[in-house]
């Protein structure tokens, strides 16, 4: 019974011990969790004052505005033709370019934009939206340029501009994608220019970027 009472003692102290050692394993994780989800934040912290420093903003056009009147245009329209030239007209003002306008009408229609741009030598097709096209066109928007995505797939393919900001993940098109100036012709009620690109197209080999240079 002698013998028994300090084995039982041995057993309870090293039982005791071990879970000492797994506390303090647990607290050290704890720790450098903590460390590490610490310095993400301040990296992304930084990233993001530079990313927003870095940044240069179009001219000083609203362009939730120009959503708004794009989808009051469509309501009063009464001409097939009425406010299809209305992503000309924001373009050639906020970037101040000249190959969108018409004499006639005042600025091209929406669906003359993609044959213009591919014969302007003031123009670089990027090619198919890739990761690396996409990150390119954001780059040059970033930094004061004109960026587009065009549907090639049909004669009035749709057109967006690539809004200058961060580009997000998109879980349906398994890529990091950026905000987009949209006005839907079709459906004038879904346009916006605050939104992810995967919400104005779907993903498409015939979806084609394009930079003014």
């Given at each position: ?7 039982l ?6 039982f ?28 992304e ?10 940044v ?25 033709n ?17 190959e969108?306008?018409?004499?006639k ?36 928007t970033n ?20 809004v ?7 879980g ?41 240079q």
């Amino acid at each position: 019974m002698k013998k028994i009472i300090p084995l039982l003692l041995l057993v309870i102290c090293l039982f005791a011990c071990k879970d000492e050692q797994k506390e303090k394993t647990l607290d050290t994780e704890n720790k450098i969790e903590s460390t590490d989800d610490n310095q993400e934040k301040e990296a992304e912290k930084k990233n993001n004052n530079y990313q927003t420093s870095s940044v240069v903003k179009p001219a000083n056009i609203d362009l939730d505005k120009e959503v708004e009147n794009f989808i009051m245009c469509k309501k009063a329209a009464t001409e097939r033709n009425d406010c299809r030239n209305s992503i000309s007209k924001t373009i050639t003002e906020v970037f101040e370019v000249t190959e969108f306008k018409d004499q006639k009408s005042g600025y091209v229609i929406y669906d003359s934009i993609r044959p213009i741009a591919e014969r302007s030598k003031n123009w670089l097709q990027l090619g198919t939206v890739t990761q690396q096209t996409i990150d390119q066109a954001l780059e040059h928007t970033n930094r004061g340029g004109l960026a587009l995505i065009i549907d090639t797939s049909e004669t009035y393919g749709h057109v967006v501009v690539v809004v200058p900001g961060e580009s997000k993940k998109s879980g349906s098109w398994g890529m990091k994608l950026p905000n987009v100036l949209s006005l839907s012709n079709y459906k004038p009620e879904k346009s916006f220019s605050d939104k992810s690109l995967s919400y104005a197209m779907k993903k498409s080999d015939d979806l084609k970027v394009f930079v003014r240079q």
